[in-house]
């Protein structure tokens, strides 16, 4: 089974500049998340989709951070204008609907600079 | 209050040591446990799940106290491959059955 599929694995940037990151979760796993993780900290969830649909998105800072699942498989993550403060690794993860257990991907490393 | 702490250690221990970590967590309504395992620079990966009535997975041992809102994970005959950051993880808050809110993880180093 092929895992959850991210891209790319590392980016710097400027801040004030944007970046987006892409996520390919497992063949049928209807439920998506994306996670921030800083350094010295659990991950974070910012945003988890069913499907094409938003299920929680509360600590999303909604005013530079945006994402989508079009269709209902991939997702993209923007950041838009970036901070230093987002500096961290992005991890999508996926899984079964009603399943507990996630599958992570191995992450996108942000450094804002 | 944090919805889930943990010791951030390190805990050094050596090798065959039996070392344990807990774990507190503050919704009460929480209804699902797990520890995940995170190498460094790598990703988070389900260690076990965790059950009121305790579950044993060969060397690693898991426990949950709900009435204390507690969570433990006991590894016995330490391996230098258990060296990692083990995050403490509650889910099925408020219904979410799906939503995993993670601990800040502690730090192993299992030595020579």
């Known amino acids: 089974e092929a895992g959850v599929a991210q891209s790319p694995r590392y980016k710097i940037i400027e801040k004030r500049q944007s970046v987006a990151f892409w996520c390919n979760p497992i063949s049928g796993h209807a439920t998506l998340y994306w996670y921030q993780q800083i350094l010295g900290q659990g991950p974070k969830l910012l945003i988890q989709f069913q499907n094409n649909g938003v299920v929680d998105d509360s600590q999303l800072p909604k005013d530079r951070f945006s994402a989508e699942r079009l269709k209902g498989v991939d997702s993209t993550l923007k950041i838009q204008p970036a901070k230093l403060e987002d500096s961290a690794v992005y991890f999508c993860a996926s899984s079964l609907s009603g399943a507990p257990g996630y599958t992570f991907g191995s992450g996108t490393r942000l450094t804002v600079v | ?112």
Do not use: H
């Open chain 2, 1 to 112: 209050r944090k919805e889930v702490e943990q010791d951030p250690g390190p805990f050094n221990v050596p090798e065959g040591a039996t070392v344990a970590f807990n774990c507190t967590y503050s919704n009460s309504a929480s209804q699902s446990f797990f520890w995940y395992r995170q190498d460094c620079r790598k990703e988070p990966k389900l260690l076990m799940s965790v059950y009121s009535s305790g579950n044993e997975d060969g060397r690693f041992t898991a426990q949950l106290n709900r009435a204390s809102q507690y969570i433990s994970l006991l590894i016995r005959d330490s391996k230098l491959s258990d060296s990692a950051t083990y995050l403490c993880v509650v889910g099925g808050i408020g219904g979410a059955t799906n939503k995993l809110i993670f601990g800040t993880g502690t730090l192993l180093a299992v030595q020579p």
